[in-house]
């Protein structure tokens, strides 16, 4: 059985920044595709960013490009997403996900079969 555990979420202040972390376990890290995508209310969830361990390849939204980083531990099994300079705007539900990606799908929802329960994080004064 596959199973995604988020943590990190938090209430924070503009500008600070954060760390989710997402446990795998019953997928290898190196073996699959793996995301970080976020849901505020009302709007549509959106990929915020995502990593292909064989190969490397990284993609993100423009959005969050050059403040957020997302990286993988192979012996921890876990992911991670480093998020900087954090904006009201990033408030939301982030869920990691996982599935067999290619390069043209990683940045599709359809992509990823597992998902994880999700970590709030809010940004406020």
């Known amino acids: 059985q596959v199973n995604l555990v988020e943590s990190g979420g938090s209430l924070v202040r503009p500008g600070d920044s954060l760390r989710l972390s997402c446990a795998a376990s019953?997928?290898?890290?190196?073996?699959?595709?793996w995301a970080w995508f976020r849901q505020s209310p009302g709007k549509e969830r959106e990929l915020v960013a995502a990593?292909?361990?064989?190969?490397?390849?990284?993609r993100y939204a423009d959005s969050v490009k050059g403040r957020f980083t997302i990286s993988g531990d192979n012996a921890k099994n876990t992911v991670y997403l480093q998020m900087g300079g954090l904006k009201p705007e990033d408030t939301a539900v982030y869920y990691c996900a996982s599935g067999r990606t290619i390069s043209s799908t990683m940045t599709s929802e359809s992509a990823y079969d597992i998902w994880g329960q999700g970590t709030q994080v809010t940004v406020s004064s």
């Open positions: 019953g997928r290898t890290f190196r073996n699959y595709g």
């Open positions: 990593i292909k361990p064989s190969g490397g390849s990284t």
